[in-house]
C-alpha cells in the first residue's frame, strides 16, 4: 500500500473508528515507511494501536513515544520463543522494558499491553521465564493464575497503564479446514473490520488471505462497503447466532465466543 493509498484508507476509517490498528498480518515496525505513516496519522489525529513483536522496538522509539497518536502498544512476547527458542530472553526483553519506563515517564496515557497468546501446559516454563524477568525489571508482582475463557487481561501497576493479555493459540482459518457448525457468533464487523494492503475489505482480523472479500476502499467508500448487503447478512448473523459465512463455519476461534463450543 502507497502512502496516498495509505492515507485515503486512513481518512475514510477515522470516522468510523475508535482506533486505527496496524496489525493485520506481518510486522508493522518492518515497514520501510513507517515513519511516513506515523506522521500522516498525526497529521489526521488518527488513534492508533500497533501489534508488534518488539524487535525494531528501539529503532522507533523516539516517534512511538511521541505525542498522542500511538494510544496503545501489544507486545507479542511469545513470537520471540516460537522463532528464536535457543536465544536468552534478556537481550529481547531489555529494550522493550526500557520503553516501557520511558512510556512511563513520558507518555503515561500510553497503553502496553505485553501479550502471551500461548497459554497451555507446553508454554507454561517459558511464560514462567518472561513473567519473572518483566516482574524484576519493572518492580510488579502478578498472581500467576489464569483462565483465558475468563479473564485475559490483568493490570499489573496500580498506577501505570500496563497490561498483561493472556490467551491460548489459535489456528488460522482455512477453507480447507472441516466445518466446525453452522452456529456461533463472531465480532468480526461488530467491532472491528480488517483492511488488506491491496484494498480489500475483510470481516475480521483473522481473514488473512482474504476469503470473505467485502469489496476494496480503493474503489468504494469503507461505509458503503459495511453497508453492503453481505456485510450486513454476516453481522445480523453473528447477533442471532448463525454463521452465514463458510469461513466462519470453519473457524475454530469461533469457539471463544459461543457457549458450549
Known amino acids: 500500500m502507497s502512502l496516498a493509498a495509505f492515507e485515503k484508507t486512513l481518512v475514510d476509517a477515522i470516522p468510523l473508528s475508535d482506533d486505527i490498528c496496524l496489525h493485520l498480518m506481518g510486522e508493522p515496525l518492518a515497514h520501510p515507511q ?34 498522542e ?7 507479542s512476547l511469545q513470537a520471540f520463543k516460537d522463532n528464536f527458542p535457543d536465544r536468552p530472553i534478556e537481550t529481547y526483553l531489555d529494550p522493550i522494558i526500557e520503553f516501557t519506563k520511558k512510556s512511563f515517564e513520558l507518555n503515561p496515557d500510553q497503553y502496553i499491553n505485553f501479550r502471551l497468546w500461548n497459554h497451555g501446559v507446553k508454554s507454561f516454563r517459558e511464560n514462567e521465564e518472561i513473567i519473572d524477568y518483566l516482574e524484576k525489571a519493572l518492580q510488579f508482582k502478578m498472581k500467576r ?11 499489573v501497576i496500580n498506577d501505570k497503564r500496563l497490561y498483561f493479555h493472556f490467551d491460548s493459540r489459535f489456528e488460522w482459518p482455512s477453507p480447507h479446514f472441516p466445518k466446525h457448525s453452522e452456529k456461533g457468533t463472531c465480532q468480526g464487523l461488530r467491532n472491528h473490520v480488517g483492511i488488506h494492503s491491496d484494498g480489500t475489505v475483510v470481516p475480521c482480523c483473522l481473514d488473512k488471505e482474504a476469503v470473505i472479500n467485502l469489496g476494496n476502499v480503493f474503489e468504494r467508500p469503507l461505509k458503503e462497503i ?36
Open 34 to 67: 513507517f515513519l511516513e505513516i506515523l506522521e500522516i496519522s498525526r497529521q489526521h489525529q488518527a488513534s492508533l494501536q500497533i501489534t508488534t513483536n518488539g524487535l525494531l522496538i528501539k529503532k522507533y522509539e523516539d516517534e512511538l513515544l511521541k505525542g
Open 69 to 75: 497518536t500511538v494510544r496503545q502498544i501489544n507486545f
Open 145 to 155: 493464575e489464569v483462565d483465558p475463557g475468563h479473564i485475559k487481561s490483568k493490570k
Open 226 to 261: 459495511l453497508t453492503s448487503e453481505r456485510a450486513v447478512r454476516m453481522k445480523q448473523g453473528f447477533e442471532e447466532g448463525i454463521l452465514v459465512e463458510d469461513l466462519c463455519q470453519r473457524c475454530t476461534y469461533i469457539k471463544r465466543f459461543t457457549k458450549g463450543a
